[in-house]
């Protein structure tokens, strides 16, 4: 979904177009670095705190992934669980 306004965009991305952005970031602060003198330094301050935020948000996505997973393996465990409780004890389920 996106929404776009006079004063920003809310717009989807994927963790790789993240990644790629997050790069970009990097490499533009890495260029700035070497003629830090040269440069804007609010501009230099504002691509640091977005390459902040770019990283944060593939952190947050990984983690939610691994979380995603954890949780699939939970459920499958228990499922598994339950069905070794009922062979053991030839229990009957009905529905």
Do not use: G, P, W
């Not at 504002?46 to 935020?53: N, P, R, S, T, V």
Request: include cysteine; charge should be negative.
């Amino acid at each position: 979904m996106m929404t776009v306004s006079n004063k920003s965009a809310n717009i989807e991305f994927s963790e790789h177009e993240y990644d790629i952005l997050s790069c970009l970031a990097s490499e533009k602060i890495t260029d700035m670095n070497s003629r830090l003198k040269e440069c804007d330094r609010y501009k230099y301050i504002e691509i640091c705190q977005l390459k902040a935020k770019l990283e944060s948000i593939v952190a947050m996505i990984n983690y939610q992934k691994k979380m995603d997973d954890e949780q699939k393996t939970k459920y499958h465990e228990t499922m598994e669980d339950v069905k070794k409780y009922i062979r053991e004890h030839d229990l009957i389920i009905e529905v």
